[in-house]
């Protein structure tokens, strides 16, 4: 049975290139999101994310009459789930309040969203990043408004719906090729669950569709992740612990790497995007007792961004004392970069938003933001201004991102009056 139309249901920074491959194979490809704005910009042709190569391929795929776009599911053979799964706002998971807990809420709506149109040997795959257990849950939800089919739970092997979780591994910036290239994990609820997944996957997948089970193929995105966390971390507990005994972290980071057996990273302002600084409390809400190392990794993570505001705020201090004729309300401070990684628009979880957020609402000062890759923010507290206009206006600058715009800039601030969290200006 082959698949002639592919549903995906959320058209974000995952659901637009996987929507677009597919079509660009010549499948009928329905993307389904709630943001009218978005569907719209689909509809003409046009992308409403930052990703090299991507707008070609979307306008090609909706001129050829491949893709559309719509608010509402419509019948399929293949719905494939892309959609959020961010943090409730209050957490108690085992009592420890510091433990964020999962919210699979837009993965219960796409549920009910895509139910009423199901059909006898549909499969639906699971590819939002999701705390072990996702996938069968998702399963039961379907079940419980399509009592009419049979769904893959309770050992049931006689079903009607297959369902499947399959992780996308990308790194954005590279999303079209690695889509297309990487080895996919493909963790099925019965064996020919896993199959029909990989038969989908190979439409467009030139690397290999590994075979596991779902709460394998669910740990295996979450241990990706937290793998890296926990390497970042090394690096910014380096990067703290070397400014405390006056060491260049950089160059012990570079003198370091040339043993032929170290690899360590390099430090930045913290951990940001939907992934790396999300998925690991995926695995630590599941076993808090069990996942000490990987749940003080986040913690160093994450409180980085408060270590290079502290940092800020001394080189506002060193400016004041060397210029008593100012306040602090005369000091601009100018922060470069508020993506959550180099040459891409994507805000979410960036620890650069969060510093200059922060520093807006603590100094009494102008703080400005230079990002190369967005247009506004919805952030009235910070004005945006390019790179010769910071320039001409900041008295302290704060470099949080290495976009390749910076990389070719010599600045002219004096040391003191620089906090340079990647390296580049050092």
Same mark, same amino acid.
């Given at each position: 049975? #082959?698949?002639?139309?592919?549903?995906?249901?959320?058209?974000?920074?995952?659901?637009?290139?996987?929507?677009?491959?597919?079509?660009?194979?010549?499948?009928?490809? %329905?993307?389904?999101?709630?943001?009218?704005?978005?569907?719209?910009?689909?509809?003409?042709?046009?992308?409403?994310?930052?990703?090299?190569?991507?707008? %070609?391929?979307?306008?090609?795929?909706?001129?050829?009459?491949?893709?559309?776009?719509?608010?509402?599911?419509?019948?399929?053979?293949?719905?494939?789930?892309?959609?959020?799964?961010?943090?409730?706002?209050?957490?108690?998971?085992?009592?420890?309040?510091?433990?964020?807990?999962?919210?699979?809420?837009?993965?219960?709506?796409?549920?009910?969203?895509?139910?009423?149109?199901?059909?006898?040997?549909?499969?639906?795959?699971?590819?939002?990043? #999701?705390?072990?257990?996702?996938?069968?849950?998702?399963?039961?939800?379907?079940?419980?408004?399509?009592?009419?089919?049979?769904?893959?739970?309770?050992?049931?092997?006689?079903?009607?719906?297959?369902?499947?979780?399959?992780?996308?591994?990308?790194?954005?910036?590279?999303?079209?090729?690695?889509?297309?290239? *990487?080895?996919?994990?493909?963790?099925?609820?019965?064996?020919?669950?896993?199959?029909?997944?990989?038969?989908?996957?190979?439409?467009?997948?030139?690397?290999?569709?590994?075979?596991?089970?779902?709460?394998?193929?669910?740990?295996?995105?979450?241990?990706?992740?937290?793998?890296?966390? !926990?390497?970042?971390?090394?690096?910014?507990?380096?990067?703290? %612990?070397?400014?405390?005994?006056?060491?260049? !972290? =950089?160059?012990?980071?570079?003198?370091?790497?040339?043993?032929?057996?170290?690899?360590?990273?390099?430090?930045?302002?913290?951990?940001?995007?939907?992934?790396?600084?999300?998925?690991?409390?995926?695995?630590?809400?599941?076993?808090?007792?069990?996942?000490?190392?990987?749940?003080?990794?986040?913690?160093?993570? #994450?409180?980085?961004?408060? =270590? !290079?505001?502290?940092?800020?705020?001394?080189?506002?201090?060193?400016?004041?004392?060397?210029?008593?004729?100012?306040?602090?309300?005369?000091?601009?401070?100018?922060?470069?970069?508020?993506?959550?990684?180099?040459?891409?628009?994507?805000?979410?979880?960036?620890?650069?938003?969060?510093?200059?957020?922060?520093?807006?609402?603590?100094?009494?000062?102008?703080?400005?933001?230079?990002?190369? *890759? !967005?247009?506004?923010?919805?952030?009235?507290?910070?004005?945006?201004?390019?790179?010769?206009?910071?320039?001409?206006?900041?008295?302290?600058?704060?470099?949080?991102?290495?976009?390749?715009?910076?990389?070719?800039?010599?600045?002219?601030?004096?040391?003191?009056?620089?906090?340079?969290?990647?390296?580049? =200006?050092?």
């Amino acid at each position: 049975m #082959s698949f002639h139309t592919i549903s995906v249901i959320g058209l974000g920074y995952i659901g637009l290139p996987t929507a677009a491959m597919f079509a660009s194979r010549k499948k009928k490809v %329905i993307g389904v999101d709630v943001n009218q704005s978005a569907v719209d910009t689909i509809n003409r042709g046009e992308i409403h994310i930052v990703e090299p190569e991507l707008d %070609i391929i979307v306008h090609a795929a909706v001129t050829e009459g491949y893709l559309k776009a719509t608010t509402k599911p419509e019948p399929a053979d293949a719905f494939l789930i892309a959609v959020p799964t961010p943090f409730k706002d209050t957490s108690n998971v085992d009592g420890n309040t510091d433990i964020p807990e999962p919210d699979l809420a837009y993965v219960k709506s796409a549920c009910e969203a895509i139910a009423p149109v199901l059909k006898k040997g549909d499969i639906v795959i699971l590819e939002s990043t #999701s705390p072990v257990g996702a996938t069968e849950q998702m399963a039961e939800w379907l079940a419980e408004v399509r009592a009419d089919l049979a769904f893959p739970i309770n050992g049931n092997e006689e079903i009607d719906i297959n369902i499947a979780h399959c992780p996308e591994r990308v790194l954005p910036g590279h999303v079209v090729r690695e889509l297309v290239e *990487n080895d996919r994990v493909i963790g099925g609820m019965t064996d020919a669950c896993s199959k029909r997944a990989v038969e989908l996957y190979k439409t467009f997948v030139v690397g290999e569709c590994v075979v596991t089970n779902a709460r394998t193929a669910e740990m295996a995105k979450l241990t990706e992740n937290s793998c890296r966390d !926990v390497q970042i971390a090394f690096a910014n507990e380096l990067s703290v %612990i070397c400014d405390k005994l006056d060491i260049d !972290v =950089w160059e012990l980071i570079s003198l370091a790497n040339r043993h032929p057996r170290i690899n360590i990273l390099q430090p930045g302002p913290g951990v940001g995007g939907h992934c790396i600084a999300v998925d690991p409390w995926f695995i630590v809400s599941k076993s808090p007792e069990e996942s000490a190392l990987i749940h003080t990794a986040r913690k160093v993570n #994450s409180a980085k961004p408060q =270590w !290079v505001i502290d940092k800020v705020k001394v080189a506002i201090a060193d400016y004041l004392q060397a210029t008593p004729s100012k306040t602090a309300a005369d000091v601009t401070v100018a922060c470069y970069g508020l993506a959550f990684k180099a040459d891409i628009d994507d805000l979410r979880e960036s620890p650069a938003l969060e510093i200059a957020l922060e520093l807006a609402n603590t100094h009494p000062g102008n703080v400005v933001a230079v990002e190369p *890759n !967005v247009e506004s923010i919805s952030h009235q507290s910070i004005e945006l201004k390019s790179i010769s206009e910071a320039e001409k206006v900041a008295d302290v600058a704060v470099l949080l991102v290495d976009h390749s715009e910076f990389k070719e800039i010599k600045p002219t601030f004096a040391p003191q009056y620089l906090v340079d969290t990647r390296g580049i =200006w050092s």
